[in-house]
């Protein structure tokens, strides 16, 4: 949480001297969204791009990948980004410095984790008891990954703090090589790092997170309030985009899937494409609609508090508007 206090304390000047504008090309409105990370577990998003929907609502969409909630942050806040991708809490640390211009969610992606946890041997009857006493590359503090991982933890008995040794050191993306050369007895990965471990032998998915902690509010797209305020047409086209997106993942066999957004993903190869999302389809990751529901935010905020990262309880209608979702979801 202190490195968005920071981020906001540095930014909000700046902000304050930009103006939001709609750049046209083409007949159709420059969008750019800035996303925490480019991952197969945002299926929906690469499909609603690569079969036009965002052309077909009138927008030409530029797509950057921020690597990190709080880089994302940072270009929403600077100006650089007109939407951001990434997980809420995100916008609970902005908003609790006091942000005179908050980042309003507007539309939910995924309601599961996307991580798997990935041992060194096959273990058929795997149980998170089996963590005490283990050590495990974990992910940043404060971000989603981790917090979420300690919530499955803590679910299931075992102090986080005290029963696991949870390696936090290694940056996002490096835990599968780490893990490849012999550091801890576990590692939590995202795809396509999970399958890849299982490909060449290196490790075993033996849990789902996703599935371990329930229906989460994992990731979702955000905007400040005032582009919300000046663009709400913008707004509008972007949701009924990826509602077609995730209606399309949500009508579609994983080959199907895979086939489309293979163009995103050109160094991974389409069937080990199908694979991670088939295994993101039985568990459930994508939404049927984008309503950001407030049982979900509420949800949110208790994994911030156990986590010790919530600075203060933040009210729904402040940073969730369900305005564009029911509209584009026909409610």
């Not at 640390?93 to 990935?118: K, M």
Request: glycine share 10%; proline share 4%; charged share 20%.
């Amino acid at each position: 949480m202190k490195k968005f206090a920071a981020l906001f304390l540095s930014l909000v000047l700046v902000a304050s001297l930009l103006a939001s504008g709609c750049r046209q090309s083409g007949g159709l409105t420059e969008v750019t969204l800035n996303e925490v990370a480019h991952s197969i577990f945002y299926a929906p998003q690469y499909a609603a791009i690569e079969l036009g929907y965002f052309k077909d609502e009138g927008i030409d969409l530029t797509l950057v990948n921020g690597g990190g909630a709080d880089k994302v942050m940072t270009a929403l806040i600077s100006g650089d980004a007109d939407i951001g991708f990434m997980g809420s809490e995100a916008s609970i640390y902005v908003y609790a410095e006091g942000a005179e211009d908050p980042v309003v969610n507007f539309a939910q992606l995924t309601q599961r984790a996307g991580n798997f946890l990935v041992a060194r041997e096959p273990m058929t009857d795997f149980s998170w008891a089996d963590l005490a006493g283990a050590s495990v590359l974990g992910g940043r503090k404060g971000g989603m990954p981790q917090m979420v991982f300690e919530y499955i933890l803590k679910k299931n008995g075992l102090d986080p703090e005290t029963d696991v040794n949870i390696d936090q050191s290694i940056s996002f993306g490096l835990t599968a090589a780490a893990f490849t050369g012999g550091d801890a007895d576990f590692t939590v990965e995202f795809e396509p790092y999970a399958t890849l471990l299982e490909q060449e032998g290196s490790g075993y998915v033996v849990a789902s997170l996703g599935e371990a902690s329930g229906y989460v509010p994992y990731t979702a797209y955000s905007a400040p309030k005032s582009y919300l305020e000046s663009h709400p047409d913008i707004i509008q086209s972007f949701t009924n985009a990826i509602q077609k997106g995730l209606d399309y993942v949500n009508s579609h066999t994983a080959e199907e899937i895979a086939a489309v957004i293979a163009p995103q993903f050109p160094e991974t190869d389409e069937a080990t494409i199908a694979t991670i999302v088939g295994r993101y389809l039985e568990q459930d990751t994508w939404k049927e609609d984008t309503v950001f529901e407030e049982s979900s935010f509420d949800l949110l905020q208790k994994i911030l508090e156990e986590a010790g990262e919530l600075p203060k309880a933040v009210p729904y209608d402040q940073l969730v508007t369900t305005e564009y979702s029911a509209k584009a979801a026909g409610k």
